[in-house]
């Protein structure tokens, strides 16, 4: 059975008009997807008043909280001693949020202890994924 961690957080989105502002956001992981993680905001948080998630590689945060990491849609880089980036792209612009880094540190903390570091591969279903694939199709 899956083991999901939820953590609320806040956030401060990085912008110029309207001015940054605090939001709140959600982490999330699930080990029935040993690789990713899950970043949730709220309806309140975005242009269009829909709730907005991104999912990227757990490694990726990781990484991201040591040095500047990630090449696409999503980047993470360590902004001083206290705080983390996250810069998220799409074809209608991009957005900067700034979250404290202690709180990124927990919740990878956390979802290490549903699923070890070096162990995702074991929590995989390859058979399950593809045969939904294959469904789909």
Do not use: N
């Amino acid at each position: 059975m899956p083991h999901v961690i939820d953590q609320a957080v806040h956030a401060r989105l990085i912008a110029t008009m309207p001015r940054s502002r605090q939001v709140p956001a959600r982490l999330r992981y699930d080990s029935g997807d040993p690789l990713a993680v899950h970043v949730v905001f709220p309806p309140a948080a975005s242009l269009d008043g829909a709730e907005v998630a991104w999912t990227f590689a757990r490694d990726l945060l990781a990484e991201g909280l040591r040095a500047p990491s990630g090449k696409g849609d999503v980047r993470v880089w360590p902004c001083g001693p206290h705080h983390t980036v996250l810069e998220f792209h799409t074809a209608d612009g991009l957005a900067m949020v700034q979250f404290q880094a202690r709180d990124l540190r927990r919740f990878l903390m956390r979802s290490y202890g549903a699923v070890a570091l070096g162990t995702e591969a074991r929590h995989l279903d390859m058979e399950g994924d593809l045969a939904a694939l294959l469904r789909e199709a």
